[in-house]
């Protein structure tokens, strides 16, 4: 069975080492989760902030749902590819084509997290005397943090998943065991890829996962599932990780 063969190959501790004269699996991981991670803590960097605001304030939602749901149709691969023949192969192109890939689940997350919070605890802290920032940072992120994380685990799934493809233009990641899988019809290389890139995925997810848990606050529900807020309104749910 091929799956079990790609199994195997896996656990063939010479292709630890080089496979085809280039990095082994275990140097593709690390090009992979390096790539990923910088990607994550930019993306992290730049959609958590816009999220609070969005959240706290109230001002600029339906455009962030705008903004964000036109980068979701954007081809990934497709725009991987114009930016690296305008700019060449390289890092920089590589990176802002994955940020974007992470911003709408991180933003949703953000803002999402913030309008689930029952306004009567807002109400409460601002009549205790707390300003704006400290309502913020003591009340409205402890308790949105669970959506927050929400929002990172799938901008993380998504990210992961899809930064296979920049093999295709010559850059270290898992993905390059299934392109050269499939240009030498070595199928068990492929699957083998195919099944790295999986396990990495549901890792990260499961690590994360764990993340989500701890950071629910003594006393509040762990229901993230919840698509409505104390509002009555209906929030995004952030996409599953699918590659493009």
């Known amino acids: 069975m091929l799956f079990l063969q790609g199994i195997a190959w896996i656990f063939d501790g010479a292709n630890w080492a080089s496979v085809n004269s280039g ?3 275990g140097g593709e991981i690390l090009a992979h989760l390096f790539l990923s991670v910088i990607c994550i803590l930019i993306a992290i960097v730049i ?17 962030a749902i705008v903004v964000a749901n036109v980068v979701r ?20 192109p590589t990176v802002f ?37 400290q309502i913020l940072a003591r009340v409205e992120v402890p308790l949105a943090a669970p959506l927050l994380v929400g929002g990172l685990r799938s901008g ?33 290389e492929m699957v083998g ?25 003594r006393g509040v529900s762990r229901g993230t599932d919840s698509t409505t807020t104390a509002r009555g309104r209906q929030l995004p749910t952030a996409p599953t990780a699918t590659p493009s």
């Open 23 to 25: 990095l082994g699996i």
């Open 47 to 63: 959609a958590v902030p816009i999220g609070l605001y969005i959240g706290h304030t109230g001002r600029g939602r339906g455009l």
């Open 73 to 92: 149709a954007f081809p990934t691969l497709g725009l991987l590819s114009i930016l690296l023949l305008l700019f060449g192969l390289g890092l920089p």
């Open 97 to 133: 084509v994955f940020v974007l890939l992470g911003l709408p689940p991180l933003l949703a997350g953000a803002y999402a997290g913030l309008e689930s919070i029952d306004r009567q605890t807002i109400d409460a802290a601002r009549a205790m005397g707390m300003t704006e920032w």
């Open 156 to 188: 993380a799934l998504q990210i992961i998943a899809t930064v296979t493809l920049v093999s295709n233009f010559g850059t270290d990641s898992l993905g390059a065991f299934v392109i050269s899988g499939i240009a030498s019809q070595n199928y068990v």
């Open 193 to 217: 890829g195919a099944v790295l890139v999986t396990v990495l995925a549901l890792a990260v997810d499961g690590l994360l996962v764990l993340v989500q848990r701890t950071v629910v606050p």
